[in-house]
């Protein structure tokens, strides 16, 4: 790698770090590298901005360098401003998953009127991302195998061709409705157009 790219990477780790962990567990896979990339520059700009308000609201005196690199090609005295930033992107990057696995930004939007779209997930992601409690339990049922897999959800993933659901206090029924047997856990991964969820919770009734 050349020096020069190594140090502007250095320069840019805070975004990295935050823009890797949005891709991880709140945007999810399917982010694709020039997205990573403008996210990466984003967060970082984002991290050094609040860095340097909040330092200079505190009284902290930051280096302001005319150029990144020096000449003999090291980085310039920027090394605090790099480690403050480091461990400030982290926690940025918690904050941030928080607003996406809540929906703050969309429940703004849609509080004023702005929009009744839920962003840019599909419903398969918005559902089983929501904290309401007719999601929590589902029924999948598989007409090809005869079986109707019920229990609670515990994790949920999907590929551009499978779905997969990680239920905990698990039952299998006949699609008669006849049980089966039960599991502490169990696994299922479908192809999209195989997956069919109910949601079997109405609520308390009066």
């Not at 982010?31 to 996210?39: E, G, I």
């Not at 559902?127 to 929590?136: I, L």
């Not at 499978?162 to 039960?182: C, K, Q, W």
């Amino acid at each position: 790698m050349n020096h020069a790219l190594a140090q502007l990477a250095l320069i840019f780790l805070p975004g990295i770090i935050w823009a890797n962990l949005d891709a991880i567990y709140g945007s999810g896979p399917r982010v694709d590298k020039p997205t990573l990339a403008l996210n990466s520059f984003l967060f970082g700009i984002t991290t050094y901005t609040l860095v340097y308000a909040i330092g200079s609201a505190c009284g902290y005196e930051f280096t302001y360098p005319t150029s990144i690199i020096s000449e003999e090609g090291a980085l310039v005295d920027f090394a605090d401003e790099i480690l403050i930033s480091v461990p400030a992107s982290i926690i940025l990057a918690t904050i941030w998953l928080y607003m996406v696995r809540f929906r703050v930004i969309m429940k703004f939007f849609n509080c004023i009127g702005a929009t009744r779209r839920f962003g840019l997930e599909d419903v398969w992601s918005f559902t089983f991302n929501s904290n309401q409690s007719h999601v929590e339990y589902v029924d999948v049922r598989d007409p090809e195998r005869g079986f109707i897999y019920s229990g609670y959800v515990n994790a949920y993933s999907e590929t551009e061709e499978f779905r997969e659901l990680l239920l905990f206090d698990a039952r299998i029924y006949t699609s008669e409705g006849d049980e089966v047997t039960e599991a502490p856990h169990l696994y299922l991964s479908m192809s999209k157009d195989r997956m069919w969820v109910e949601f079997p919770y109405r609520g308390n009734k009066e």
